[in-house]
Antibody
Framework: QVQLQESGPGLVTPSETLSLTCNVS????????WSWIRQSPGKGLEWIAN???????NYNPSLKSRVSMSIDTSKNQFSLNLTSVTAADTAVYYC???????????????WGQGTMVTVSS | QSVLTQPPSASGTPGQRVTISCSGV????????VNWYQQLPGTAPKLLIY???QRPSGVPDRFSGSKSGASASLAISGLQSEDEADYYC???????????FGTGTEVTVL
């Protein structure tokens, strides 16, 4: 059974960097594309970025200047860094697996439970 | 930053058929397949339809998807109370080089 678990601080100070990790169990991280998706309170879903174990990444152009993703195959986990955060970055952050094997089909079949991140001083 | 447009709400009585539209442009729905997600309150989204019309294992056949040109739709036939949820469409956008989600539709079972 494939499971994803997000971890990271629930509170981040404005202008600082938000760092989250997604631990993958039950599947090899080298086989699929992996994404971060967020949802602001009471709002819709916003795709942030995806990554493949070879280092191929794609970023949401509206966040590209502040976002980076990395993958650690030895720990079977991947991470998100979002710099210079503001209150607008307050959201539930989900990690998700794309089962399609491609970067552009977006078959997000497995999701983490989500982690709430609040940006506030 | 939703690029795909959905009606904010839809409703029906148990047993009825409800259809949700998702409108995009040639660079997203017009060029790529569409996925649909169901989000029950307080939970992570669930993949409902992939490749515009395919159902993952375990998804009831009351859910069906279709695509025509730069628009897509999700139909729920035989509406049930447990179908009350938010529904989102999604597709890759060739111009943005990223995924875009729909604005979301809240389905209410009357």
């Amino acid at each position: 059974q494939v499971q994803l678990q997000e971890s990271g601080p629930g509170l981040v100070t404005p202008s600082e960097t938000l760092s989250l990790t997604c631990n993958v169990s039950g599947a090899s991280i080298t086989t699929y594309y992996w994404s971060w998706i967020r949802q602001s309170p009471g709002k819709g879903l916003e795709w942030i970025a995806n990554i493949y174990h070879g280092g191929n990444t794609n970023y949401n152009p509206s966040l590209k200047s502040r976002v980076s993703m990395s993958i650690d195959t030895s720990k079977n986990q991947f991470s998100l860094n979002l710099t210079s955060v503001t209150a607008a970055d307050t959201a539930v952050y989900y990690c998700a697996r794309d089962s399609s094997g491609s970067y552009y089909l977006g078959d997000f079949d497995i999701w983490g439970q989500g982690t709430m991140v609040t940006v506030s001083s | 930053q939703s690029v795909l447009t959905q009606p904010p709400s839809a409703s029906g009585t148990p047993g009825q058929r409800v259809t949700i539209s998702c409108s995009g442009v040639i660079s997203n729905i017009g060029s790529n397949s569409v996925n649909w997600y169901q989000q029950l309150p307080g939970t992570a989204p669930k993949l409902l339809i992939y490749s515009s019309s395919q159902r993952p294992s375990g998804v009831p056949d009351r859910f069906s998807g279709s695509k025509s040109g730069a628009s897509a739709s999700l139909a729920i036939s035989g509406l049930q109370s447990e179908d009350e949820a938010d529904y989102y469409c999604a597709a890759w956008d060739d111009s943005l080089n990223g995924f875009v989600f729909g604005t979301g539709t809240e389905v209410t079972v009357l």
